[in-house]
């Protein structure tokens, strides 16, 4: 069933970015991939609706993509995440903007490291203003699980933002993935969620595995 809604992925030819827009069309959703490049864009969107059929995937650089969506994820590394931000900020205003960046800071990916803005959800919604609705959410689930659409992703997603229309809009989409989303606050939360990728880094190499996840319990 066709969805109304356009999702634009800045920065949809990564991994994670991917395997995200792959499952959102699956669902029906019309997504667009965002590139810095429009013709890399273009072209993998081309071999991504070659592969699943029948789905509405088009690629075009970040500006455009953000321009035409009504949902826009950022899936950038933190190197690009102001810079990206900047090139897009006009066409953002009134919108959801779902930011999935985390702060790594290569080579000690393993170890928490706090941005000057404390995160990079909160760097984005200072830079935007609040005209647009920053959601922090999918840090922590491993983008190897998610670009096989036939995997089921055994893991919650932590969900925040200061606005709650926007928070359940966003948790809609992870229940889109497979997965399960949960209201995990306002934007600030954002620092504890985007601080435990490193760990579950460490507890991959720690114990010898490459998708560890989180799970909560009691609800």
């Known amino acids: 069933m066709a969805n109304e809604q356009t999702i634009a992925v800045l920065g949809g030819t990564g991994k994670e970015g991917s395997g995200l827009a792959m499952r959102w069309a699956l669902k029906g959703y019309k997504v667009i991939i965002g590139s810095r490049d429009a013709e890399r864009a273009a072209v993998y969107a081309n071999d991504l609706s070659t592969k699943l059929g029948d789905v509405q995937v088009t690629g075009m650089g970040n500006p455009e993509a953000a321009q035409q969506a009504d949902i826009v994820v950022l899936s950038v590394p933190y190197t690009a995440h102001h810079a990206t931000l ?3 900020k006009d066409s953002l205003a009134g919108k ?3 930011d999935i960046t985390v702060p790594l800071q290569p080579p000690k990916v393993r170890t928490v490291h706090l941005p000057e803005g404390k995160a990079a959800a909160l760097e984005a919604q200072a830079l935007l203003g609040e005209a647009t ?3 922090a959410a999918f840090q922590n689930v491993s983008a190897e699980n998610l670009v096989d659409p036939d995997h089921v ?6 969900v925040c933002g200061n606005d ?3 928070k359940a ?5 992870v229940e889109a993935t497979g997965m399960k989303g949960i ?6 939360n954002a620092i504890a969620i985007e601080a ?17 996840g989180i799970r909560i319990t009691g609800i």
């Open 153 to 158: 992703v055994d893991c919650d997603v932590l």
């Open 183 to 188: 209201d995990a606050g306002l934007l600030p």
């Open 196 to 212: 435990l990728t490193p760990v579950l880094l460490w507890i991959n190499k720690a114990y010898g595995v490459k998708h560890s």
């Open 96 to 98: 959801i903007l779902v």
């Open 86 to 88: 900047e090139g897009v």
């Open 169 to 173: 809009t966003v948790i809609k989409l």
């Open 133 to 135: 609705k920053v959601v």
């Open 164 to 166: 709650a229309e926007a």
